[in-house]
């Protein structure tokens, strides 16, 4: 088949990857001038299948009513005259419950032991590199009562057959010596050896060339403007070039859409109506003044809500959530002082290892659904059209096993996952 992916981050090239190995042929387009320059550009860099709780817990509503008037809370939600950011916080609420916790944990580990799966796999075939540390990962605590708390979430975990190990202070900072100065502050932790980290740019765009090699072919500086349906299917896409002003309508017998938080806009005006809204997150990239002082574990500091990750002689700060509609700036106050936080926060953990003096702040949007489980499968009245988006914060954790499993839907096979697939 001929089949069209809209979006070119880690979950669309992932998929594109795929269906091109089961014989399709297969054209991905996208806004940017290469692959994963959106939300899969600078990520926490984590690859959390043991550390993917929905944030949609009975604790939350207290939480966020708690974090409401800081802007630099770890979640900050700001009201709108937004009927989508209201109908997401309604269904958000709904899913605060104990039972509907545990029925999307386990939606999110399956998909996420999958997708690791593939991921290691795809990783040995291609060989591809990107400042990959299979080291684990590793939440620490700053109180006793989160320490409570990180116990009991990891007693859960290990129900769903996630070895998550809480460890005493001690075994912290034998987890990881780099933690040794901020040590008395250090109540405690969890740490599952089996997850890892990495740059999800640099494997998403080396994976693109791979793609390109196998004859998929990239409509790069394509703006997506509207599908065009009737009779219950797809027939076109109106895209345009940014280069040449010209519009083009591609044609397919399939199409997928992955991207990101703007699926919901897309797919809207067919009568698709996707339960997806942006989490604006924050990262800090920062050069390492003294690597021989910074972590190698990948870290969760649960008091800020951040990951910390190392990408070779660089640390990746990243964090927090503000649903504040579809603002990417970086200049406004809210998103100054989110952006000094990280850097402030890394400061107070490692002092002097970092060069902080050019943090290279970015910002992303997290296409989050009030469950965290994402949209895979066919869309509910277009036969021909398929869904790959809303994976939050999960989507470099999700990415290779989504795209595996959709590209097996297409081709009229059945995904090795027990999952809640649209339109099975």
Known sequence: MRVVVLGAGIVGVSTAW??????????????????????????????????????????????????????????????????????WGLAFLGQCTNAAFERNVEQLVRLGRYSHGALQSLVQDTGIEYNRLERGILHFFSSQRDM???????????????????????????????????????????????????????????????????????????????????GGKVGKVRVNSRQTGKPQDLDADAFVAAMGSYTAQLLSPLGEHLNIYPAKGYSATLRLKDPER???????????????????????????????????????????????????????????????????????????TPTNIPYIGRASRHSNLWLNAGHGTLGWTHGAGSGLALAELISGRKPNLDFQFCGA
Not at 52 to 78: H, I, Q
Not at 314 to 337: F, M, Q
């Open 294 to 368: 910074a972590s190698v574990v990948s870290l969760l500091d649960d008091t800020r809500k951040i990951a910390i990750s190392r990408l070779g002689d660089h640390i990746r700060i990243a964090g927090t959530a503000e649903l504040a509609g579809y603002d990417l700036s970086l200049d406004n106050p809210t998103a100054k002082v989110r952006c000094a936080a990280l850097v402030k926060r890394y400061e107070q953990l490692f002092p002097g290892v970092a060069d902080t003096r050019e943090p290279n702040f970015w910002t992303g949007l997290r296409p989050s």
């Open 18 to 87: 795929y269906l091109s190995a089961m014989g399709h042929e297969v054209t991905v387009v996208d806004r940017q001038s290469d692959a994963a320059m959106e939300t899969s550009f600078a990520n926490g860099a984590q690859i959390s299948v043991s550390f993917c709780e929905p944030w949609a817990n009975a604790g939350a509503p207290f939480k966020v009513a708690r974090w409401l008037l800081s802007d630099d809370s770890p979640l900050l939600f700001r009201p709108r005259l937004d009927p989508n950011q209201w109908r």
């Open 148 to 230: 409570d708390a990180g116990a009991s979430a990891a007693e859960l975990m290990r129900h769903h057959g996630v070895d998550r190990h809480v460890l005493s202070r001690d075994e912290v900072l034998q987890a990881e010596p780099a933690l040794k100065s901020f040590g008395a502050q250090i109540f405690g932790g969890t740490f599952t050896s089996t997850d890892e980290s990495g740059d999800a740019c640099v494997f998403t765009q080396e994976l693109a060339k791979r793609c390109q090699t196998r004859g998929v072919q990239f409509l790069y500086e394509h703006d997506i403007h509207a599908l065009q349906a009737s």
